[in-house]
């Protein structure tokens, strides 16, 4: 079997597992994971903020497809950047008939992250998607693979068919995927596809088929995979609910502490006999973040862990600046404070937040924001009465979600994740010159596990410092690495 990383860099979206990031971890000669989600509407904003440090033109200019890569160009670069109050040009929202801008924005925003995360150190990137937000995943993939991306991995849903789409699309072949849709029949046509060879400018030989790891949080789920899936899996990332981002929700009947935080149980708890059993490499995630959680693991017979919120604080995450020292200052001081919210996020699922003032998580921040849906990532697809496919978001306008057949229960606490974790990386949209979207910060309940990785008196460290503490104090223990 090829090399398996010890330590995957947790895919950390949005654009927080940038492609600095990933690279910085692949240098290492660990797994460095970019982030998939909402790549078309970051790639656009960074031509619209002037393409500081010309990246992006570095990596269309190695891309296959030269006029694709022009159509883009001149739709959404702005020399010197949009001026500070100005707006961002939206993309348009995706819907289950995506028109062929925005299909060639995803294939070329995966290509471009996955490109520059390969950087020139030789060593395989992988690149993360939500399997929730299902209508960009074929042209995505099919731009991360033409980059040469070396991991595709997926959670929160079950991706049983996204292996056979990248058997598919590793051969230019056309591929299809089902979109859920809320209230469709078996006789209603959900089917999405993609045909490479409409996008072609040229022949290209077949591409590599990356590997493919679910990530889930329960051993059921991972024989299903095994059992179901139309295509090879490559092992497993089982996360527990400590992790940042959306958490699996608990089992059964949903509980809520006296803080409101969901309550989970024994029968949350993942069997990794159950797991070894099926034979397949997995990585344990969720609280893993330190040498004796890895030293750990390694002896459970994982080969390895995934971990998020020690690199999403490091010098080379996509998190802003302002945020990471702010929250990073918390932590130092003792201060830092995670909730797992069963409100915040519009996918239903426990959202982790850290509890940063003049962000979302702070109640005036959020009661000041005007409802408004115009990213549409997180929108549910559902039958409209006249049968046709309608899109819904419990963070839009509440009167709206309401028309469209949703209830009101779900609207309560609704964040417009969109609009925040794009605002979160620095790419916050302006309305009317003055309304500045804010961010949300996710993390994993071990935030002040990070200190662990900042040399003394200093407030930053770097994915590199991650990676040999990690590594290094595994030597020290006399645990034999892989
Ligand atoms: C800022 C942040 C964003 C995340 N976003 C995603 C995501 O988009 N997709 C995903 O599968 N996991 C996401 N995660 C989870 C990580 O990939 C990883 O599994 C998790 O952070 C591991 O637990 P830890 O935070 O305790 O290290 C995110 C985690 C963080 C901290």
């Not at 993609?194 to 329960?218: D, H, N, T, Y």
Request: glycine fraction near 12%.
């Amino acid at each position: 079997m090829d090399h398996l990383p010890t330590i995957i860099q947790g895919g950390m979206g949005a654009g927080v597992s940038s492609w600095q990031l990933a690279q910085a971890v692949s240098q290492q000669g660990q797994l460095g994971v970019v982030s998939g989600t909402a790549l078309d509407q970051i790639f656009a904003r960074r031509l619209q903020d002037g393409d500081p440090g010309g990246h992006m033109r570095r990596a269309l200019d190695q891309f296959p497809f030269p006029l694709m890569a022009e159509r883009a160009w001149s739709s959404f670069y702005v020399p010197g950047g949009k001026p500070a109050n100005a707006s961002y040009k939206t993309v348009p929202m995706h819907t289950k008939d995506t028109p062929r801008e925005l299909s060639e924005l995803c294939i070329l925003a995966n290509f471009v992250e996955v490109f520059l995360a390969r950087g020139s150190h030789g060593n395989p990137v992988g690149i993360n998607y939500l399997e929730k937000i299902q209508i960009p995943h074929l042209p995505s993939l099919y731009g991360a693979m033409l980059a040469g991306v070396g991991y595709v991995l997926m959670g929160a849903g079950v991706p049983l068919k996204i292996p056979g789409v990248l058997d598919l699309l590793a051969c230019h072949k056309p591929a299809t995927y089902a979109l859920h849709v809320t209230g469709a029949e078996e006789s209603d046509d959900t089917t999405m596809s993609f045909v490479p060879l409409e996008f072609m400018e040229c022949e290209l030989p077949p591409l590599v088929r990356p590997k493919f790891l679910a990530i889930i949080a329960s051993n059921t789920l991972a024989a299903t995979m095994l059992k179901r899936a139309n295509g090879r899996v490559d092992g497993f990332v089982i996360e527990g609910p400590a992790a940042g981002g959306h958490n699996a929700p608990p089992r059964g009947k949903l509980q809520l502490d006296e803080a409101g935080e969901p309550i989970y149980g024994e029968r949350d708890q993942v069997d990794l006999a159950k797991i070894r059993e099926l034979g397949l490499p997995f990585w344990l995630a969720g609280g893993y973040g330190s040498p004796e959680k890895l030293r750990e693991a390694l002896a459970a017979g994982a080969t390895g862990v995934q971990v998020g919120t020690a690199f999403a604080y490091c010098a080379e995450s996509g998190l802003r600046e302002d945020y990471k020292q702010r929250l990073l200052t918390k932590v130092i001081s003792g201060d830092g404070r995670v909730v797992t919210s069963s409100l915040a996020s519009p996918t239903g699922f426990p959202f982790k937040v850290a509890q940063l003032e003049g962000t979302l998580s702070d109640g005036d921040v959020y009661s000041a924001r005007a409802r408004i849906c115009d990213l549409g990532y997180l929108r549910e697809a559902y039958k409209r009465p006249d049968g046709k496919i309608g899109y819904r978001c419990p963070g839009e306008p509440v009167s709206v979600y309401l028309s469209k057949g949703g209830k009101e229960e779900n609207t309560v606490g609704r964040t417009c994740l969109c609009n925040a974790l794009v605002a979160t990386i620095g790419h916050p949209q302006v309305r009317c010159g003055r309304h500045v979207e804010k961010g949300i910060v996710t993390s994993g309940d071990d935030l002040h596990g990070i200190t662990r990785y900042l040399p003394q008196g200093e407030s930053t460290y770097h994915a590199a410092d991650v990676v040999n503490e990690l590594l290094y104090s595994q030597v020290q223990s006399e645990v034999c690495l892989p």
